[in-house]
């Protein structure tokens, strides 16, 4: 499989809990992206890392939310004690020169 | 600030017409444009792209226009399907940064 892989594809979680997301990119793909998604609006960039590097994080990125990419390889995203503003679809996205490829997502229910 | 705007959220077509979905930018120094395509439960698939340096792409039944002096690009589909039936969200980024993405518009078409 050469897409990106996203995993869980779905996670449903007690407000207060921590979650970890994690996202396989394309092997050769040095870029790798979070966004997320809610409802009636557009990904939102929340960061991106070149090979290990965090390059860039978004205000919406508290410091609840941690990411890491090591070796340059697969990317988690966790959450720390989860609220129901969090209730997203996270997306991951990986991508070499100006070829985006995004995963098919992680829906995070809050309840 | 929403610096990629479309303006329609919803647009209903009929079978075999064309389809126009129209985006808005404010940045002027994005240089490269693209539409993805999105399925309810599903990460955006990739469509089409145009860079800054074109005002025309065209792939099979898929044409973006871009008009830089207005900051407008639009999607033609010609003849629309049912199957294209999704949401379709515009995005920019500038020098291979991050994309920033438009609001989405829900287009669907009508056997």
């Known amino acids: 499989d050469t897409g990106v892989s996203q995993n869980p594809r779905h996670k449903i979680t007690k407000r207060g809990q921590n979650v970890t997301f994690r996202c396989d990119p394309i092997?050769?793909?040095?870029?790798l992206y979070w966004y997320r998604q809610t409802l009636g609006q557009g990904p939102e960039f929340l960061t991106y890392?070149?090979?290990?590097?965090?390059?860039?994080k978004s205000r919406l990125l508290s410091d609840r939310f941690s990411a890491e990419r090591p070796k340059g390889s697969f990317s988690t995203l966790e959450i720390q004690r989860t609220e129901q503003g969090d209730s997203a679809m996270y997306l991951c996205?990986?991508?070499?020169?100006?070829?985006?490829?995004f995963g098919s997502g992680t829906r995070l229910t809050v309840v | 600030d929403q610096q990629v705007k479309q303006n329609s959220p919803s647009l209903s077509v009929q079978e075999g017409r064309i389809s126009i979905l129209n985006c808005d930018y404010t940045n002027s120094m994005f240089d490269y444009f693209l539409w993805y395509k999105k399925y309810p439960a599903e990460g955006p698939t990739f469509l089409i792209s145009i860079s800054s340096i074109k005002d025309k792409n065209e792939d099979g039944r898929f044409t973006v226009f871009l008009n830089k002096s207005a900051k407008h690009l639009s999607l033609h589909i010609v003849p629309s399907q049912p199957g294209d039936s999704a949401v379709y969200f515009c995005?920019?980024?500038?020098?291979?940064?991050?994309?920033?993405f438009g609001q989405g518009t829900r287009l669907t078409i009508n056997p």
């Open positions: 996205a990986s991508t070499w020169n100006y070829g985006y490829t």
């Open positions: 995005a920019a980024s500038a020098e291979g940064a991050k994309l920033v």
């Open positions: 092997s050769e793909h040095n870029r």
């Open positions: 890392f070149q090979n290990e590097a965090q390059l860039e």
